[in-house]
């Protein structure tokens, strides 16, 4: 990112003196140089960087990429002790995508040195597999919040509700209407009969009344009844 704002170049002699004059009114929050500084504030040793963009010097990407993944790393870990019900600065897409979709972090320092390269968790498997365009859609809606569930219809409104009183209005009135709530928990009967029909993958151990958990769900082999059963369930929330 850093290195095309600093490379950028162009043709067109406008486009070229709007480029240019970007990195100068930086200071402006309209500004596409403003965006990239903003969002390095945290970073660490960021000055030499802040630096090297304000005056479109390069940069040695070498240099830029370890403190880019340890920073990143480090605001993962800040989310791992949180559920997506926490109240927490985070946001609540990133405190659920990391609790219920995101590849788990290895907990040893170091972990992502490339000694141990091989150890590493692999991408779930509804990445891996090639399923119907529409499936597909409804796993990534579900997982990065794309969906018209009450937890974020509320959100998106102007006039934002606290996370508690996105309760769902299906019946229950006790539960905030999320991802797991809806696809697990809920007691609408529409929602119920889909469960029923997807037994085996919602309550995979047999003699077991309670479902399982939503990143499990989501990780079982038959990829293709998780994503249908995803796909049926929020289409109920149009
Ligand atoms: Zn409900």
Not at 35 to 40: D, E, K, N, S
Not at 110 to 120: A, I, V, Y
Not at 130 to 146: E, K, P, T, V, Y
Request: with cysteine.
């Amino acid at each position: 990112m850093i290195q095309s704002v600093n490379s950028l170049s162009s043709n067109n002699p406008l486009l070229e003196k709007v480029v240019r004059a970007d990195p100068l009114i930086a200071n402006r929050s309209d500004t596409w140089t403003y965006q990239v500084l903003h969002a390095l504030q945290d970073f660490p040793a960021s000055q030499q960087f802040l630096n090297a963009i304000r005056s479109r010097k390069s940069i040695t990407l070498k240099q830029f990429e370890l403190p880019l993944r340890g920073h990143i790393i480090g605001s993962r870990r800040e989310l791992d002790d949180l559920t997506p019900h926490d109240n927490h600065h985070s946001s609540r897409i990133m405190r659920t995508y990391h609790a219920h979709f995101g590849v788990p972090l290895g907990i040893a320092p170091g972990w992502w040195d490339d000694r141990k390269r091989n150890h590493k968790p692999v991408l779930p498997i509804y990445l891996r597999l090639d399923i119907f365009n529409n499936l597909s859609r409804a796993l990534s809606c579900l997982r990065l919040s794309g969906h018209n569930l009450l937890v974020q219809r509320m959100l998106n409104n102007r006039n934002r509700r606290p996370y508690e009183i996105r309760i769902c209005d299906k019946r229950d009135w006790h539960s905030v209407q999320d991802e797991e709530h809806t696809l697990l928990d809920c007691s609408h009967e529409h929602l119920v009969s889909l469960r029923t029909q997807h037994r085996q993958l919602v309550f995979p151990h047999q003699n077991e009344d309670s479902p399982t958990c939503l990143r499990t769900f989501l990780n079982q082999p038959d990829i293709h009844g998780v994503a249908s059963f995803v796909a049926e369930c929020l289409a109920l929330f149009p």
